[in-house]
């Protein structure tokens, strides 16, 4: 029974769904992904500590320090500067001893 989700060779509809995806610039290596990383208010030294690991695995990400920036402000800052990303490091202070 021949399968109709397998398709074989060139497909014009297939091709132009990847070209409108939102991610072909990044996987075409068009577009280089701009990050911008930042913390709960007062992080721990655990969190800058992890902070520290994301940059060495995102070597192009910048880490703001969040200070009384509220996280509107903060995505508002990242449009007008362009970023693509904006990943928040959340400390749960509550819970400090919990293992997952």
Same mark, same amino acid.
């Given at each position: @029974?021949?399968?109709?989700? @397998? @398709?074989?060779? /060139? ?11 939102? /991610?072909?610039?990044? =996987? ?6 701009? $990050?911008?990383?930042?913390?709960? %208010?007062?992080? &721990?030294?655990?969190? #800058?500590?992890?902070?520290?690991? &994301? #940059?060495? %695995? =995102?070597? *192009?990400a910048r880490y703001f320090t969040r200070r009384t920036f509220t996280i509107k402000r903060i995505v508002q ?9 904006? $990943? %928040?490091?959340?400390? *749960? ?8």
């Open positions: @029974i021949p399968d109709e989700t @397998i @398709i074989d060779g /060139f497909d014009e509809e297939i091709e132009g769904d990847h070209n409108m995806d939102e /991610f072909s610039q990044h =996987f075409t290596g068009t577009s280089q992904p701009k $990050i911008c990383v930042t913390t709960s %208010v007062r992080p &721990l030294k655990k969190t #800058l500590a992890f902070i520290n690991e &994301l #940059l060495d %695995v =995102f070597p *192009d800052q990242c449009i007008e500067l362009k970023y693509t990303s904006l $990943i %928040v490091v959340h400390d *749960d202070k509550n819970n400090r001893g919990a293992r997952g």
